[in-house]
């Protein structure tokens, strides 16, 4: 099974569990990588973290839910795990620009987010004819010319590689970064709600707990991104290595390459 297939079985697994828990060790399973890693490509891939991309599918199956039948709006905000109707009317609102209650009262227009499928595209170059011309006594310079060719192509794979896991460690912390700004959101509204639940005499206990959590959350994000710019500031140290090597090897190249020019106009180059 290819890794394109194995990208859509995860995201048909959380299609399949919007209503339940999505779990982390089958995340892994299913596509068949280390823990974490399908969240750091899809990451790269998507320009948005895989809990963005869920709680984006589950607020526009709330909705779903909302307009299209007559199950409890408290009820809706369980089953897609929000702790308190509170917290999934901030979330709702925030999404689809209308109150849960309002998206039933009005049959309003909300947001649809759609589900991604990965699909493969391949694009074939070349297939050109080429004349050429064969060169005597050049056989050093050319075993020369194919040596750097290969430390060359060798150092793009390496330089590919490398800037690759920059990208994906640049987009992994914007994604941690809006999250955490969302959340931090979250937690002024979820604090204010409280205080004005206690001025009016009424229980909060459930609002203290998803504020709790969201800190928590913020908290942990922060320590995350501390690592992450660490793992940026050497990740970029190991490009810009690679480049200067790669640099000096292309030089080196065009060096031998000029060489060779020369010899063919001082010998003659004779056709086959």
Not at 107 to 131: C, E, H, R, T
Not at 142 to 158: L, M, P
Not at 237 to 259: F, G
Request: with cysteine.
């Amino acid at each position: 099974m290819d890794w394109i297939q194995r990208m859509n079985l995860v995201l048909d697994y959380v299609e399949s569990n919007l209503d339940g828990e999505i779990d982390e060790n089958k995340i892994s399973e299913l596509s068949a990588s280390p823990k974490g890693m399908f969240q750091r490509i899809f990451a790269a891939l998507t320009d948005m973290s895989l809990s963005e991309y869920i709680r984006k599918r589950k607020l526009t199956q709330a909705a779903f839910d909302i307009q299209s039948t007559n199950e409890k709006i408290i009820d809706i905000s369980v089953k897609y795990g929000y702790g308190s109707a509170d917290s999934f009317g901030l979330a709702f609102k925030r999404f689809h620009g209308a109150s849960p209650s309002d998206a039933r009262k009005t049959n309003a227009q909300l947001q649809s987010f759609y589900p991604i499928v990965f699909k493969f595209m391949l694009s074939v170059k070349g297939g050109n004819d080429m004349q050429y011309r064969i060169l005597e006594n050049a056989e050093a310079t050319i075993s020369k010319i194919n040596e750097f060719s290969t430390d060359i192509a060798k150092g793009t794979n390496t330089l590919a590689a490398a800037m690759k896991e920059t990208a994906m460690t640049m987009n992994e912390t914007s994604a941690m970064m809006s999250c955490n700004a969302e959340n931090t959101k979250l937690s002024v509204q979820l604090a204010l709600s409280i205080a004005q639940r206690l001025s009016d005499g009424l229980s909060a206990t459930k609002e203290i707990e998803q504020l709790q959590m969201l800190l928590a959350e913020i908290n942990a994000a922060t320590g995350e991104l501390a690592n992450a710019g660490k793992v940026f500031s050497t990740a970029m140290a190991e490009v810009e290595k690679i480049t200067h090597s790669h640099a000096t090897a292309t030089l080196d190249l065009k060096e031998l390459v000029n060489e060779l020019e020369k010899s063919m106009q001082e010998n003659g180059a004779v056709d086959e």
